[in-house]
């Protein structure tokens, strides 16, 4: 059993923003990287997505570190599994009308929401509904991870992927650990792992992550050929 592990954010590094499919040829490098690596997937998507998106992977950290599946378990943190939190997000959800607005419940695989993802970049500046959303979940005390791009989540608890990466690791006893990532959301596991990977892509042109290796998206599957 391999104490290495590859860890990939999907949004912008295994698929390209804007699509729900992987990159092609991805599924087969990672499926071959097997041989060498633990294959593990950590995204602010659910985790029930993931599953279906990369079938080939070790494990998962869902929704920002809320969710993990692993070595056929489910796991979360107590103060994520609050139906009532739940049931504000829902709520929150439902007050987004603006027609331009990209919406995303966050779902657990038991159904519940645990999370809202909300993107206005097709709309001419921040919709008032979303204004409105951001301060009735502030007023809540849900928590809120705001992005340098028209892009905000909110979720039941608080989410991190450096957290859920780190349990991962020490569940898994893994000496060595290299992260992709490409947004805000991943600068915080950068420190934590032997080898951090930027991947580079049109949405993320405006961040500096400092010394890390990078990759351009469109090289990624050449890069990672290399490693089998």
Same mark, same amino acid.
């Given at each position: 059993?391999?104490?290495?592990?590859?860890?990939?954010?999907?949004?912008?590094?295994?698929?390209?923003?804007?699509?729900?499919?992987?990159?092609?040829?991805?599924?087969?490098?990672?499926?071959?990287?097997?041989?060498?690596?633990?294959?593990?997937?950590?995204?602010?998507?659910?985790?029930?997505?993931?599953?279906?998106?990369?079938?080939?992977?070790?494990?998962?950290? *869902?929704?920002?570190?809320?969710?993990?599946?692993?070595?056929?378990?489910?796991?979360?943190?107590?103060?994520?599994?609050?139906?009532?939190?739940?049931?504000?997000?829902?709520?929150?959800?439902?007050?987004?009308?603006?027609?331009?607005?990209?919406?995303?419940?966050?779902?657990?695989?038991?159904?519940?929401?645990?999370?809202?993802?909300?993107?206005?970049?097709?709309?001419?500046?921040?919709?008032?509904?979303?204004? *409105?959303?951001?301060?009735?979940?502030?007023?809540?005390?849900?928590?809120?991870?705001?992005?340098?791009?028209?892009?905000?989540?909110?979720?039941?608890?608080?989410?991190?992927?450096?957290?859920?990466?780190?349990?991962?690791?020490?569940?898994?006893?893994?000496?060595?650990?290299?992260?992709?990532?490409?947004?805000?959301?991943?600068?915080?596991?950068?420190?934590?792992?032997?080898?951090?990977?930027?991947?580079?892509?049109?949405?993320?042109?405006?961040?500096?992550?400092?010394?890390?290796?990078?990759?351009?998206?469109?090289?990624?599957?050449?890069?990672?050929?290399?490693?089998?």
């Amino acid at each position: 059993m391999s104490s290495r592990a590859l860890v990939f954010d999907y949004d912008g590094v295994l698929a390209e923003i804007g699509s729900e499919s992987p990159l092609p040829g991805i599924i087969r490098i990672l499926e071959e990287l097997k041989d060498k690596y633990k294959i593990l997937i950590a995204s602010t998507r659910s985790t029930e997505f993931l599953v279906k998106q990369v079938p080939v992977a070790d494990g998962y950290i *869902g929704i920002c570190g809320l969710e993990i599946l692993v070595e056929g378990m489910l796991i979360y943190p107590l103060k994520a599994l609050d139906k009532a939190r739940s049931s504000q997000l829902n709520d929150l959800a439902g007050a987004l009308k603006t027609s331009c607005l990209r919406v995303e419940l966050k779902k657990n695989m038991m159904g519940w929401t645990m999370g809202l993802g909300i993107s206005w970049r097709r709309c001419v500046g921040k919709p008032v509904d979303v204004i *409105g959303v951001e301060e009735k979940a502030v007023e809540a005390g849900l928590y809120l991870f705001r992005y340098q791009r028209p892009f905000l989540e909110i979720y039941v608890a608080e989410a991190s992927k450096a957290r859920g990466v780190s349990f991962v690791r020490r569940l898994l006893g893994l000496s060595w650990v290299s992260y992709f990532g490409d947004s805000e959301s991943d600068m915080e596991v950068f420190p934590e792992v032997e080898n951090p990977v930027f991947v580079r892509n049109e949405y993320n042109q405006h961040m500096s992550p400092g010394n890390v290796v990078e990759v351009r998206q469109g090289d990624l599957a050449g890069f990672l050929e290399r490693l089998l």
